[in-house]
């Protein structure tokens, strides 16, 4: 499984220059990939505090593990779990693709070169109404605080997420300093990028994520360069060059431009979209938002994977964790994408990772998170 990967991005990072900085006063001229391939975008290029590490192998002995569909391994089924409550409080949101319908046929049915779910002798032929999608990734600069409720309650800028109706429905539960009130507020403020993640599984969209976790170095000063605040979600389209903040006008942004224009029903339901989102955090509290020093490639990785699959979240969590770049191939059920992958792997599941700075590419969540701690921890 381990190989060169045929597919080759193009580097986040523009060529470096032949001085050698020493290593406090380093400076780097960053591109994102949509950048780097097309400087009429309106793109600009920003500066960032760390070099890419040029060269990055496997760790010693490394081989890919056999995907084992719908297994967690024994160590991380609570992990698992938790990240399972996202699907339950969420009712599924992300997880089929915009115009999915599904079909249960015998098995004989489905040639063998065709990706289909096996259920009970039968399988599942999966379809969407999903047209070509756009030719670059959409670029995405993420923070979801994610943070142990009674550790930084932080009201100022609530009024991002609807906190009038917040506030109102919290002062009937006759606001008090106990635990409740704290998670309470602490949940509503960090729903927005969920929903923006969402909404890119169901438009199946390929998402290119400048992870943006507190305290990381890289890519958070960014924001305030490129848009004048540090706020998060923020969303570039190099294919438009239409930049913005706000999940809400995110979310229409993309289902105007890659959808039929309709914001899913469980993305516009206000005070209960809040709150379901914020509920759906409760079983990862305190992971994949604090920056946990790493070593920064100089490629982005590439994870296929879909936004409600716990399986995929717990990956999700340690790039962001390690501010690792990482191009999304979005492939919720419905997702051609998911052919794509089967052809090209002769197996689907997800999350299944390419890594172009060393080659590795392999399945199985708990087994790619060690393999990028492994890798890029510092
Ligand atoms: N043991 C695997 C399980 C991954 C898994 O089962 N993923 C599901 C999505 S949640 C999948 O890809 N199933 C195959 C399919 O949907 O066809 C892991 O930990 O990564």
């Known amino acids: 499984m381990t190989g060169v990967l045929n597919v080759s991005p193009a580097p986040i990072f523009r060529p470096f220059s032949a001085h050698k900085l020493s290593r406090n006063n380093r400076v780097l001229f960053v591109k994102s990939m949509a950048q780097s391939s097309d400087s009429s975008n309106g793109s600009t290029s ?40 996202a ?15 599904a079909s249960f046929v015998p098995k004989n049915e489905v040639p063998s070169d065709q990706y289909a779910l096996e259920i009970a002798g039968f ?29 930084s309650l932080t009201l100022p800028g609530m009024e991002h997420v609807g906190i009038s109706s917040a506030a109102r429905f919290v002062g009937r539960l006759n606001y008090s300093f106990d635990l409740f009130p704290f998670l309470f507020f602490q949940i509503v403020k960090d729903v927005n990028l969920l929903q923006v993640r969402e909404i890119v599984a169901i438009l199946d969209l390929d998402v290119l994520y400048y992870p943006c976790p507190r305290n990381g170095p890289n890519f958070r000063p960014k924001v305030g360069q490129m848009g004048g605040k540090l706020q998060f979600p923020y969303m570039v389209d190099p294919n438009t060059g239409v930049s913005m903040y706000e999940s809400d006008e995110i979310i ?39 920056y946990k020093p790493s070593k920064l490639p100089p490629k982005p ?6 936004e409600p699959s716990p399986f995929c979240k717990v990956v999700r969590e340690v790039l962001v964790e ?26 689907f599941q997800v999350p299944y990772l390419e890594d172009p700075n060393t080659g590795v ?18």
């Not at 109404?129 to 990734?137: A, L, T, V």
């Open 46 to 85: 920003l500066s960032t505090k760390e070099e890419p590490n040029s060269s990055f192998s496997p760790p010693p002995n490394f081989k890919p593990p056999k995907p084992k569909p719908f297994t967690p391994r024994g160590d991380k089924i609570l992990d698992i779990l938790g990240a399972s409550l």
């Open 87 to 101: 699907l339950i409080f969420r009712l599924g949101t992300g997880a089929l693709v915009s115009g999915y319908s």
């Open 123 to 151: 399988k599942v032929k999966e379809s969407s109404n999903i047209g070509p999608r756009p030719e670059k990734p959409i670029e995405i600069y993420e923070f979801e605080r994610r943070n142990s409720p009674v550790s």
């Open 252 to 290: 229409k942004y993309l289902v105007g431009k890659y959808g039929d224009g309709n914001v899913p029903l469980m993305l516009s339901l206000g005070l209960f979209t809040t709150l379901t989102a914020g509920f759906a955090m409760i079983g990862r509290m305190g992971k994949g938002s604090s």
């Open 301 to 306: 990785l590439e994870l296929w994977a879909y």
């Open 322 to 347: 390690q501010e690792l770049p990482h191009i999304l191939h979005s492939c919720a059920r419905g997702s051609p994408k998911r052919q794509v992958l089967y052809e090209r792997v002769g197996h």
């Open 361 to 378: 590419q392999m399945f199985e969540s708990a087994d790619i998170v060690e393999y990028i701690q492994a890798t890029y921890a510092r």
